[in-house]
């Protein structure tokens, strides 16, 4: 099993609707997770962090549940500019504060 | 702030020969760097963590002989891919944290696209 699993997509969104995605991750030490995005042939760029209590920044929302092992993602008013992949990402300090990254979900948002 | 470079972007290279990769922190001291490679549609795959000083530590599976990492400043690490041949053809990113707040957060190079042929 994979330590952090996301499904690859792709997601086909119309421009203006609300996509949401889930990423599960086996390892319950995990302590930070992050979501990056990542556009072709380019370096994954920081989205944003995702606390437990949940956290938005703009039309992106992040939830975690420990519980459960999953973190989600929210985009609501999709753009064009928001087609790319999206990498979940956790980070085991105790590991040496390396990341594990997912597969990555792909989302194109089409007019 | 906590710009990282890399260099070359890209590089094509004949199977055998060697390639060098610099990763270089360019406003802030990075105390470990990370390298990883991305094969196509693929997710990015941490291959070593290098402390600077220090010798790299390799996650399993990756040859610390073919490639081989240093690490001698704060703000410079190098990748070389000995003996390349075309299965080592990936994309090549590294990543560096620093001190204090720039301690929890990996700040990315753009990638080096090595083509081996």
């Known amino acids: 099993r994979k330590e952090v699993e996301q499904d690859p997509g792709p997601f086909n969104v119309p421009e203006g609707a609300t996509v949401a995605f889930n990423c599960t991750y086996s390892?319950?030490?995990?302590?930070?997770f992050f979501w990056y995005r990542q556009d072709c042939r380019k370096e994954p760029k920081l989205l944003m962090s995702?606390?437990?209590s949940g956290n938005e920044d703009g039309r992106f929302t992040a939830q975690l549940n420990r519980a459960s092992q999953y973190i989600s993602l929210l985009i609501r008013d999709s753009k064009l500019s928001d087609s790319a992949t999206y990498l979940c990402?956790?980070?085991?300090?105790?590991?040496?504060?390396?990341?594990?990254f997912g597969g990555g979900t792909r989302v194109l948002v089409k007019p | 702030g906590a710009v990282v470079s890399q260099h070359p972007s890209w590089v094509i290279c004949k199977s055998g020969t060697s390639v060098k990769i610099e990763c270089r922190s360019l406003?802030?001291?990075?105390?470990?760097m990370f390298w990883y490679r991305q094969f196509p549609k693929q997710s990015l795959m941490l291959m070593a963590t290098s402390n600077e000083g220090s010798k790299a530590t390799y996650e399993q599976g990756v040859e610390k002989d073919k490639f081989l990492i240093n690490h001698a400043s704060l703000t410079l690490s190098t990748l070389t891919v000995t003996s390349a041949h075309p299965e080592d053809s990936s994309f090549y990113i590294c990543?560096?944290?620093?001190?204090?707040?720039?301690?929890?957060?990996?700040?990315f190079g753009p990638g080096t696209r090595l083509t081996v042929l």
């Open positions: 990402v956790v980070n085991i300090k105790a590991a040496g504060n390396k990341l594990t």
């Open positions: 390892n319950s030490a995990s302590q930070s």
């Open positions: 990543s560096a944290t620093g001190q204090g707040a720039l301690t929890d957060t990996q700040y």
């Open positions: 406003d802030f001291q990075a105390t470990t």
């Open positions: 995702v606390y437990s």
